[in-house]
């Protein structure tokens, strides 16, 4: 190789510095590996988890969705999550789930055991619960009657989560 040639071919390598096609293919297949690495690197911090003092939740599932009066039991599952973990009441007497039938005025309400451990501060929990519905009956003369469950949850502070709707549970006489 001549000293020009050489001169040329520096860390920076040009293109024509590579007259073999050996090495010429070899930096091909080195760049797009390079740019999928540098890609990736952004995600490799660590994720801030945040989550807010008012506990939120989430829709899971309900079942079934076919249900004889009086007899059957539909469970609703939902996911919950709250910043400073104070879902849950000691007190047996204190509704903490609040499921409303459709086809009623007032929810029912549902006690839940804390779920982090009192006077631990600051806790960031999450999870899921499943409420179990027991005594749905047929509200007028038909022998079937749809009907769908509002739920929300409170926390000890106060707080109301925000408000799901199930989808629609058909209940039989």
């Known amino acids: 190789m001549d000293t020009k040639r050489s001169a040329q071919c520096g860390a920076l390598t040009p293109l024509s510095c590579y007259a ?3 090495r010429l293919f070899r930096g091909l297949l080195l760049l797009p590996c390079l740019l999928v690495l540098v890609a990736g690197l952004p995600g ?3 994720e801030e988890i945040n989550f807010g003092f008012v506990p939120q939740i989430t829709f899971v599932g309900l079942t079934p969705l076919e249900v004889q009066e009086y ?3 539909v469970t609703i599952t ?3 999550e709250d910043g400073n973990g104070d879902i849950g009441e000691p007190d047996p007497d204190m509704p903490v789930v ?3 039938d459709s086809r009623l005025q007032q929810p029912d309400g549902y006690h839940v ?3 982090a451990p009192l006077g631990s501060g600051q806790v960031i929990v999450s999870g899921q619960l499943q409420v179990p519905i027991k005594n749905l009956f047929v509200l007028g003369n038909t022998q079937q009657e749809q009907v769908r469950f509002e ?3 409170t926390d000890r502070a106060g707080n109301q989560s925000n408000t799901i709707e199930t989808p629609a549970v058909t209940v039989f006489r």
Do not use: D, H, S
């Open 98 to 100: 609040f499921v409303k």
């Open 20 to 22: 073999n096609p050996r």
């Open 78 to 80: 939902i996911a919950y």
């Open 71 to 73: 007899t059957g039991i």
């Open 44 to 46: 490799c911090g660590k």
């Open 113 to 115: 055991q804390p779920v």
């Open 151 to 153: 739920v929300y949850i």
